[in-house]
């Protein structure tokens, strides 16, 4: 039979099943035989139909109002409907998440009480299930566990990584004692090869304290007890008036910790702090200072050009009022250090660290800031730009020493 067997295969995939369609069509060649050549030829065309869904593509149901739809149903279809939920969804509150639904009336008000002693009373009630097996002490019920045998790769390449430190250090090593281990441990930085009491006793050059060696057990330490600190004994009525006066010998004022200070004596000092040319650093902390004290505080620096060190720690501050303080270091162009933290709100919120963010960034003097910031963008960019505030600082330093060391040298000698 002299002829050519050419198969067409067209391949049409739908949303549930593949139709297969198989054309086979025979052409006579004259002339060709057809034991000596055959030819077969297979063409295999892939075609993909849309995702349907009851019979109809996606894309008609884009128009459909679904408020229509719902409108529709009777209640017995929506509470069905309503069922249907997702128990991971977290935008629906999770007494919605659950589609059981007790359709129970209540017998009466709840009462704690009696419940737990029912739970409790049915719990004694009911008998334990009988053990297929009895229990034994000792006995392994059940397969144990063995571990798999270490590969031998494994056990090759841990044998080995070995240091070879000569004999002189293997020698010395193996005749070391205890306390000469721990010792080059503690020089070393080996801290977590030692408890506390060995550490301390190698960085102070003492004996080991007894029974204290490697297998030794590890009891805790006396409580060391410090003397209170002194109280403050700074006058504020004394010092208000060397601000007032700007005496030039006080550079720090310190009223830590000095309880009872009247709004009056608050006011007095900050106003004063306006005039004066001399103060240098000024500590409020634990003092009672409140939005009220901060808001003429700031008033206060705002004119004041001489102040380089302010801390307000540990008073009843919020986060606006130190927001407003930091706003008001930008007009004194002389702070080098702030510290507010341990106030009446311990969280200062993203707003707020976003604020005081782009107020220090502003600020080409202020070198040290110290206040608690939760959010790690916050923390990056201001210490980012307080290190290039340190840089600058630096460089500006050298020159002017460079400037003066030359202008020295090019002076005359005059006999």
Not at 35 to 58: F, H, I, N, R, V
Not at 240 to 253: A, E, G, W
Not at 350 to 359: A, D, H, P, S, V
Request: some cysteine; glycine content about 4%.
């Amino acid at each position: 039979m002299d002829s050519d067997t050419v198969e067409e295969t067209y391949e049409e995939v739908r949303s549930t099943k593949t139709v297969r369609r198989s054309i086979k069509i025979e052409e006579d060649d004259k002339g060709v035989d057809s034991e000596d050549e055959t030819s077969s030829k297979t063409k295999t065309t892939t075609m993909t139909t849309p995702a349907k869904l009851y019979g109809k593509d996606l894309s008609e149901y884009d128009e459909i109002d679904v408020e229509e739809l719902l409108a529709k149903l009777s209640p017995e279809e929506i509470n069905i409907l309503a069922k249907e939920v997702d128990p991971d969804d977290s935008f629906l509150p999770p007494s919605q998440r659950c589609s059981y639904d007790c359709e129970k009336e209540p017998t009466g008000p709840l009462n704690r009480k009696q419940l737990i002693e029912h739970i409790n009373k049915q719990a004694l009630e009911t008998p334990d299930q009988p053990e297929l097996k009895p229990y034994v002490a000792g006995t392994i019920r059940g397969k144990k566990w063995i571990p798999p045998p270490i590969p031998i790769k494994e056990q090759e390449a841990g044998e080995q990584i070995a240091i070879d430190m000569g004999d002189e250090y293997e020698q010395a090593l193996s005749e070391a004692t205890q306390e000469e281990i721990i010792d080059l441990a503690a020089i070393l930085g080996f801290h977590s090869m030692m408890n506390q009491d060995q550490y301390h006793a190698s960085l102070l050059n003492k004996g080991q304290p007894v029974g204290m060696g490697w297998d030794g057990i590890t009891k805790a330490s006396k409580q060391k007890l410090f003397p209170a600190e002194p109280p403050n004994n700074t006058d504020p009525d004394e010092t208000i008036k060397q601000v007032q006066n700007d005496d030039p010998k006080l550079i720090d004022l310190n009223w830590n910790n000095i309880k009872n200070i009247s709004d009056e004596k608050f006011e007095s000092l900050f106003e004063a702090l306006k005039e004066n040319t001399h103060l240098e650093t000024l500590n409020l902390v634990n003092v009672g200072l409140s939005d009220r004290h901060s808001n003429k505080l700031a008033d206060a620096l705002e004119l004041n050009h001489t102040i380089r060190v302010l801390n307000v720690e540990t008073n009843f501050i919020s986060p606006a009022g130190i927001v407003r303080l930091v706003k008001a270091l930008l007009k004194t162009k002389s702070m080098e250090e702030f510290r507010g933290t341990n106030q009446r709100s311990s969280v200062l919120g993203n707003k707020i660290e976003m604020e005081i963010t782009n107020l220090v960034e502003k600020n080409p003097t202020l070198l040290r800031l110290g206040l608690h910031l939760e959010y790690n963008d916050a923390r990056h960019r201001i210490a980012t730009h307080l290190q290039r505030n340190v840089d600058t600082i630096r460089k500006d330093l050298t020159l002017r020493l460079r400037f003066r060391f030359f202008n020295h040298r090019k002076t005359p000698l005059i006999n």
